[in-house]
Each structure stands twice: as C-alpha cells, then as structure tokens.
C-alpha cells in the first residue's frame, strides 16, 4: 500500500461536482472536455461521488479517465449515500441542486455493508478497477440534524471496519471524510485513523476558523486536508461585482459576506491581485493542506484556474489583508513564487 499516497497527492486537483451537473447541466462532450483539459495541464487527482447527479459524474469521470494508464492518476470517491433505482422520477427536474441527474434516489447508509456496497457500485459505475481513496460523505450535524448521532454510530460500528478492511487489503490506499463542517472529523479521530478530511468551505480566504484546533490536531493525527470549496461555492471566484447572484455555502450569499469580500476585493486591487488566485493559493500555505480541488465544468475554467495557480502574489497583500482584520494573524500565507 503507498502509504504516502495523500501527502504525494498535487496540489492542484479537480473536483468534479460540476461533472454531475451541478446547478447546470452541462453534456457529455464538454464533461470529457474538462477531465482531457486537466489531465493536459497535468492535473492528476480527481474527486467525485455518487452524490454528484446520482451517479452521473462518476460514470463521466471513468469513462473519460479509463483510457489513461490507472496508475498515473488518483480517483476519489465517496461512502454513506447508496443510489436507489427512482420509477417515478422525472429526469429533467433539478434534484439535491443537480440538473438532469440519474434516475436513482438517495438513501443514506454508513453502516458496514452499506459502505462495502457503495464500494462495489462506485467501481461498476466509474469502470475502473480501483478507487484510491475512500471518504465518508457528508456525515454530522449539517446534514444530518438530530439523525446524526445515528449515523456517527453506525459508522463506528460498523462502516469504519470496512473502510479499515479495504485499505488493509490493499483495494484502496487511503481513507477519510468528505464534509463542509470541521467538527464531524474531529468526532471522527476518536473511532479510528484517518488518512485524510476533504474539507470543503471551511478554510479559506474568507474564514479561517481550523486554524486554531483543528489544523494542529489533524497535523498530531498524521490526517492531510483535501481542501474542497476554495471559492466558497462561488464568491472567491466571482467576486461581488459580476452582478446576478452570488454563491457563499451553495446558497445566495448574506449581505455580511458580500460586504468581507468587497473589503478584500479592495485589497487585491490596490496589489493588483485577482481574488480568485489569492483564494486558490491560500490555504495551500498551511503545511496540513495537500491540496484544492476547484469545481470546474468546461475546459476554459481548467485553463482559467491554471492561470490563477500560477499568479504571483505580493507579500504586501497578505499583510495589508491582516492590517485590516481581513486575515486571521496567525494562518500561513503562500510566499512569493510559492
Ligand atoms: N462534502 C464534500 O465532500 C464536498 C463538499 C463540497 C465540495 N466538495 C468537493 O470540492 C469540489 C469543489 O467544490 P465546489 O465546486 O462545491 O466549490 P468551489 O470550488 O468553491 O466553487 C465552484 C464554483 O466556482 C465557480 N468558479 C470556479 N472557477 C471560477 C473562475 N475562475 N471564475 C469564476 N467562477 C469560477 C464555478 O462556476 P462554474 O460552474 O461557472 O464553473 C463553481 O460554481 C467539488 O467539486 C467536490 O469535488 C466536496
């Protein structure tokens, strides 16, 4: 098993939400577009999940991957929502934010066989022969509510055994959480060993609340962080002047938010920075972030956030963000030319 499998994922990955149709529906030429644009540019690490248009992207990320010699590629996926066959579904209605998904139904299950029957359908439905990392998606508080606890424990009853047993046999190389909130993974390290938390949303330009906890006790763990959401589900990327609705946490963002950003997008103009790059580039400088994985849905973005990746950016940003309160003191900040 390459036991280093996550601290030698790039820093760069692709996040292949937008492959299931995420808020837009984008077709098949333009979904294998995006995967052949980052695999161009030399992108090798992939993320997506039966969530993603209930089974769409990952059945687009594998066929569009499974020419490419398996081992020059990494291919995240993800545990708890198994896809139930939906009769009554009608297929162009928008579901769970995806447009035109599959006509399949979510049922959540992180038990052991549930997460060991996720498994094998994510295998048939990517058609590769093997998944490297294995995350449990979506568990705690946020999406679960009271229901939580009983899920938390059927994961540490019996779906963690199975994610053991499938990394200690070799089938998968690494194990972890794939969630938009710290605090399930923090639960998570006291029913076992993680390798690895995509956390989406929570560490970045905007908010840098893991700083102080979290971060340290992911470092003392030997967990990585696969850093999800760099833009805030939009407002990083767009920024506040492009009019029409702005995302913060997949819904329109509050007018607080609105007003940081702003502040911040004042900053980068007196550097000459775009804000996109700077929210691309920033959590990479805390030594526990591996790597962002941008959602990206045609090739030009991939271009695009390729651009953004490499910008140089002033050290006088940083600090100027810091001098306004814009920027937790203490947060690592990528150096020139990083
Ligand atoms: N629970 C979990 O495990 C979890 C949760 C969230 C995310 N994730 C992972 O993290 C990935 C990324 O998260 P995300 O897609 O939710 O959020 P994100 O990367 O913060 O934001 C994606 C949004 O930003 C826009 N965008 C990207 N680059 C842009 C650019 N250069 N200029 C303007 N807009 C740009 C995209 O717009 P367009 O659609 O117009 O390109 C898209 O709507 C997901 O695909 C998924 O793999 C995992």
């Known amino acids: 098993m390459p036991e280093s499998l996550v601290s030698g994922l790039p820093q760069l990955g692709l996040g292949c939400a937008s492959l299931g149709n995420l808020y837009r529906a984008i077709d098949r030429d333009q979904a294998f577009a995006t995967v052949d644009a980052a695999w161009d540019g030399g992108m090798r690490y992939y993320d997506t999940a039966p969530y993603y248009g209930l089974g769409l992207s990952e059945r687009r990320l594998g066929d569009a991957l499974r020419h490419r010699p398996r081992e020059d590629f990494v291919v995240s996926t993800k545990v708890g929502r198994l896809l139930d066959p939906d009769t009554a579904t009608d297929l162009p209605e928008e579901r769970h934010g995806f447009v035109t998904p599959m006509p399949f139904k979510v049922r959540y299950d992180y038990s052991y066989d549930g997460v060991m029957r996720s498994y094998e359908a994510s295998l048939q439905r990517l058609g590769l022969a093997r998944i490297d990392i294995l995350l449990v998606h979506d568990i705690g508080r946020l999406t679960h509510g009271d229901d939580h606890q009983r899920h938390f424990a059927d ?115 007196s550097h000459g920075v775009t804000l996109a790059a ?34 140089a950016i002033p050290a006088g940003f940083w600090s100027d963000l810091v001098a306004q309160g814009l920027l937790d003191p203490v947060a690592p900040v990528p150096q020139a030319g990083h």
């Open 155 to 269: 994961l540490a009853k019996g779906g963690y055994r199975a994610l053991d047993e499938l990394r200690a046999s070799g089938a998968i190389s690494a194990i972890g959480l794939g969630v938009n909130e710290w605090e399930v993974c923090a639960e998570a390290m006291e029913i076992g060993q993680w390798d690895c938390f995509l956390l989406a949303g929570r560490y970045t330009l905007l908010e840098q609340e893991p700083l102080h906890g979290f971060l340290p006790r992911c470092e003392r763990h030997g967990a990585k962080i696969i850093l999800g959401g760099a833009y805030n589900s939009g407002i990083l990327a767009t920024g506040t002047r492009k009019g029409g609705e702005v995302h913060y946490n997949y819904a329109p963002a509050p007018a607080d938010i609105v007003e940081r950003v702003a502040r911040i997008e004042a900053v980068c103009d």
């Open 278 to 311: 700077a929210a691309l580039q920033f959590p990479l400088a805390h030594p526990v972030v591996q790597c962002v994985i941008p959602g990206m849905g045609e090739a030009r973005r991939v271009h695009q956030t390729q651009q953004l990746f490499a910008q």
